[in-house]
């Protein structure tokens, strides 16, 4: 049985000491492609799986602000553990907003018992990222019967339970929460991305896959009302970026101060010691300094929002917290990319040749944060925040702002 975590102390503190079991082996599991079996069961034991169940389930609930910080951590440490479980929280999330009680009850007990939530979103073939083509077909001895196939399934290798978008007759959204080991279902290791190549984020097929009623929730009606939903699932994303960014600058620090040779011009004996290297190193601190203060303010933002949804606020107030609260979150995505790409880059021009020796692996931290950033693209964060400051225009409700 899994532990269960209390309070948000507790879960950076679990986190955090998770973290620096997790770093000592990344460039490793980076480099030989050892997906992180054993570190996903340390992280289902240790509880923080099920930090965001509500306490009325049993759960910590804890804030906004402390899962972006355990999202952090763990990303700082390795990346690809930190953006396995992003798919479980958003699925968690899901429950939350639009779960039946029955199934509420039943899935949060599940994951306070240490089961992991895939995904089976994305589909490549489709015309774009919002485009789902595999339908909720009604089996004629009851619930449904699902085809298709799924791209990107990032953490369904790992999972017990694989969360599967599929539209109705009417095109509405809805998430089927399937058994990894259900007749029909195929989860194939084909991922081979630059980076974060041991998510797994691999393909899922689905070959008339039975899903009962009880395991099928509504998604669209989330998109119906003024919702956070989007922000709380892109704020995880961007905790994943400016934890790469952090793990970049540490690394990239240490090989600087204990393996790097000053420029000859510069008269001292120590690259750390170099003025201009000094300099530049503390250009990319601001960098991931202002990043992790925009994602501790997009949790705040979250945090808030989510507190006036639960007393009831309406109207053009819940709306202005809402607003808020995604372009909180968007800065702090576009900051994160933004501090990932530069810092995973410019610590190899500080850092010399050496630094380039595929036995360091460095040149993983800029994969990493290219390949994530990648999931969906900053110029529409800065347009969203851009309308917003301008125009006054909220972000759409379309669940990626």
Known sequence: MAHVITSDDEAIETARSLANQFAKRAAHRDAERVLPVTELDELSTSGLLAITVPREHGGAEVSARAL???????????????????????????????????????????????????????????????????????????????????????????????????????????????????????????????????????????????????????????????????????????????????????????????????????????????PLVIQRFGELALLVRAAEALLERAGRALDEARAAFRSGVTGDRLAELAAEASVAVAAARAQGDTAAITVSTDVFALAGTRSALRDHNLDRHWRNARTHTLHDPRRWKVQHIGNHALNGVAPPPNGIV
Do not use: C, M
């Open 68 to 274: 972006g910080e355990v999202i952090r951590l763990l990303s700082a440490a390795d990346p690809n553990i930190g953006q396995i479980p992003q798919n479980h929280f958003f699925f968690v999330e899901v429950l939350r907003e639009n779960g039946a009680p029955e199934q509420q009850a039943f899935f949060y007990k599940e994951v306070l018992a240490g089961k992991r939530f895939g995904n089976a979103l994305a589909e490549a073939g489709a015309r774009h990222a919002n485009e789902f083509r595999t339908k909720l077909t009604p089996d004629s001895a009851g619930g449904y019967r699902l085809n298709g196939t799924k791209n990107y399934s990032t953490g369904a290798l790992f999972a017990h339970w694989i969360p599967v978008f599929v539209t109705d007759s009417e095109n509405r959204v809805f998430v089927a929460y399937v058994q990894s080991d259900t007749a029909g279902v195929a989860v194939i290791d084909d991922w081979n991305g630059i980076g974060q190549r041991t998510t797994a984020s691999g393909t899922v097929l689905l070959d008339n896959v039975h899903v009962p009623d009880e395991h099928v929730v509504p998604h669209y009606r989330t998109f119906q009302r003024s919702e956070i939903f989007g922000a709380f699932g892109q704020y995880i994303h961007a905790a994943i970026d400016v934890g790469i960014a952090g793990g970049a600058l540490t690394e990239g620090g240490e090989f600087i101060r204990t393996s790097s040779r000053p420029w000859w011009e510069s008269g001292v004996q120590r690259a750390a010691e170099e």
